[in-house]
């Protein structure tokens, strides 16, 4: 799966940048912003098969439950994007994990803000605004709008007094090619994959290192979210990708059976 042309330098800047908001501004998204990201959504569509991303510029206020997880209600947003899998189709999970952090990434690019969410939806009120086929399931929404500089109490919660990810060391995710001996590419890769978002911050991946490749598989069979844990390294996915092709190195993913996810292996 690499025939997405991916904007490495953008996004490997919008990775940084990223963080999960819930308080929105009550201020429409803008119509340029809007045709771009209808646009955006377009390309992904004819990219990956058996995967959609359907933007709606309308907030998502009917299609969301309340309060989502422990961290409180989604509020003020103005509009939502919509992933949808063919359950039919293999590593469906981890394809909409991918395609929608493609789309979080470049939002963030935008100067517009995202938050996932799984389970804590209403997928047959979304099916009232857009069509989803007899063999299709709503995965997960985004929300997506624009934030002032101001954390609200929930992200406060979350991120505490400032907005730094908490993430596990990768001294424990990896395992393989000591550090000592891992080129820059790798370090790239791992660094970025490391800040990929996860339902509940659960960080679900783990990574076997080697020399030419890297290969993500999942820590354990629990399952504590309405989104699994293969929805998740999806995301990581993307963010090692696009941590690769930061370094000029370029690869492509293979995908594995479960409890591995894929492996990258460079060329």
């Given at each position: 799966?690499?025939?997405?042309?991916?904007?490495?330098?953008?996004?490997?800047?919008?990775?940084?940048?990223?963080?999960?908001?819930?308080?929105?501004?009550?201020?429409?998204?803008?119509?340029?912003?809007?045709?771009?990201?209808?646009?955006?959504?377009?390309?992904?569509?004819?990219?990956?098969?058996?995967?959609?991303?359907?933007?709606?510029?309308?907030g998502?206020?009917?299609?969301?439950?309340?309060?989502?997880?422990?961290?409180?209600?989604?509020?003020?947003?103005?509009?939502?994007?919509?992933?949808?899998?063919?359950?039919?189709?293999?590593?469906?999970?981890?394809?909409?994990?991918?395609?929608?952090?493609?789309?979080?990434?470049?939002?963030?690019?935008?100067?517009?803000?995202?938050?996932?969410?799984?389970?804590?939806?209403?997928?047959?009120?979304?099916?009232?605004?857009?069509?989803?086929?007899?063999?299709?399931?709503?995965?997960?929404?985004?929300?997506?709008?624009?934030?002032g500089?101001?954390?609200?109490?929930?992200?406060k919660?979350?991120?505490?007094?400032?907005?730094?990810?908490?993430?596990?060391?990768?001294?424990?995710?990896?395992?393989?090619?000591?550090?000592?001996?891992?080129?820059?590419?790798?370090?790239?890769?791992?660094?970025?994959?490391?800040?990929?978002?996860?339902?509940?911050?659960?960080?679900?991946?783990?990574?076997?290192?080697?020399?030419?490749?890297?290969?993500?598989?999942?820590?354990?069979?629990?399952?504590?979210?309405?989104?699994?844990?293969?929805?998740?390294?999806?995301?990581?996915?993307?963010?090692?990708?696009?941590?690769?092709?930061?370094?000029?190195?370029?690869?492509?993913?293979?995908?594995?059976?479960?409890?591995?996810?894929?492996?990258?292996?460079?060329?």
């Amino acid at each position: 799966m690499n025939i997405i042309n991916i904007p490495a330098e953008k996004w490997y800047d919008a990775i940084q940048l990223r963080r999960s908001r819930r308080k929105f501004l009550s201020k429409p998204i803008d119509t340029q912003d809007i045709d771009h990201l209808k646009e955006l959504c377009a390309i992904l569509n004819s990219s990956i098969e058996g995967v959609r991303v359907v933007f709606t510029p309308e907030g998502p206020q009917p299609v969301l439950k309340g309060v989502i997880g422990s961290f409180g209600k989604i509020k003020g947003a103005p509009a939502y994007t919509t992933l949808i899998g063919d359950i039919k189709k293999p590593n469906v999970q981890e394809k909409v994990g991918y395609i929608g952090e493609c789309f979080v990434l470049e939002a963030t690019s935008m100067g517009l803000a995202t938050c996932w969410v799984g389970g804590l939806f209403r997928p047959e009120v979304v099916k009232e605004q857009i069509h989803v086929k007899d063999n299709e399931e709503v995965l997960a929404i985004l929300t997506v709008g624009y934030v002032g500089n101001e954390y609200g109490f929930a992200e406060k919660v979350i991120y505490g007094k400032t907005p730094k990810h908490k993430r596990k060391s990768l001294e424990s995710l990896c395992e393989g090619l000591p550090q000592d001996e891992w080129p820059e590419w790798i370090r790239s890769a791992l660094g970025a994959a490391r800040l990929a978002p996860s339902a509940y911050n659960r960080q679900p991946w783990r990574f076997l290192v080697q020399k030419d490749s890297i290969k993500i598989y999942v820590d354990n069979s629990q399952n504590s979210s309405h989104i699994t844990k293969r929805l998740d390294c999806g995301i990581a996915m993307l963010h090692l990708e696009i941590g690769v092709l930061y370094r000029g190195v370029w690869g492509k993913w293979e995908y594995l059976h479960s409890p591995d996810v894929a492996r990258f292996m460079v060329w």
